[in-house]
């Protein structure tokens, strides 16, 4: 399908209306998970890429072409800086703390978004559709097998020990080893009237839908007491 010379307000009016439906569709699965960009934000982006391409369908000089003409025309300097636009919006989605880093899925969802509205600019209808089941597909449908897929997990665990705590690491990891779980030893604070508070990262592999990890809880509170229990690894956002 080329690009049409002269489109209708009824054809402009029909790009429009698609690409705020596929938005929509897909913001909807970053608005029911509470991330920042959601079903207003993909909206918006979407549309502003759509806008982009029916502008530069609009500026195009028309004078002595064809339809055909079009696949040799530079007419890819406007929608590409839209593209490189949605990077930096899609850079400030992206948070990291520590080595925890968030918000990745959300960058790449505007991203496609933006290459979704820009089809739906460009008169490509059946590109645009089809981006917007893969989108949907990855973002509700696999997710159910991301969930699953087993991988690495890491805490920071505080705990306080009573007496010498010189054995302490090599026993926790001791515990813990047959369970799934490796504790390395990272800290030592002062102690408080004969309290030592001992500081590990903790690293396990398991899926993310196992949710939080239960087995290692107890087994240390059977012989210590937990201060503290921070989660630093990335789910899927």
């Avoid at 509205?117 to 696999?142: D, E, N, P, R, S």
């Avoid at 080893?177 to 001992?198: D, I, M, N, T």
Wanted: with cysteine.
């Amino acid at each position: 399908m080329y690009m049409p010379l002269n489109p209708s307000v009824e054809d402009l009016a029909l790009r429009l209306v698609l690409t705020v439906m596929a938005s929509a569709l897909i913001g909807l699965n970053r608005e029911a998970r509470g991330h920042a960009a959601g079903f207003r934000t993909t909206i918006l982006v979407g549309l502003a890429a759509c806008l982009t391409m029916i502008q530069a369908n609009l500026l195009l000089s028309l004078e002595g072409k064809t339809p055909e003409s079009f696949a040799v025309a530079d007419v890819l300097r406007f929608p590409l800086g839209v593209l490189t636009g949605v990077g930096f919006i899609g850079g400030g989605t992206i948070l990291k703390r520590g080595s925890l880093v968030l918000g990745v899925t959300t960058a790449a969802t505007l991203w496609l978004v933006t290459a979704i509205g820009l089809c739906f600019g460009g008169g490509q209808w059946a590109v645009g559709t089809a981006g917007t089941f893969l989108a949907v597909f990855t973002l509700w449908a696999l997710k159910w097998l991301d969930m699953r897929i087993p991988r690495e997990h890491r805490a920071l665990l505080a705990i306080d020990a009573a007496g010498d705590w010189a054995p302490v690491p090599n026993e926790l990891d001791r515990i813990l080893r047959p369970k799934g779980y490796r504790a390395q030893f990272v800290g030592h604070g002062r102690p408080q009237e004969g309290v030592h508070r001992l500081k590990f990262e903790i690293s396990w592999k398991q899926p993310d839908l196992a949710g939080y990890p239960l087995v290692l809880a107890e087994a240390v509170e059977d012989k210590w007491e937990i201060a503290s229990m921070e989660m630093i690894t990335e789910g899927n956002h």
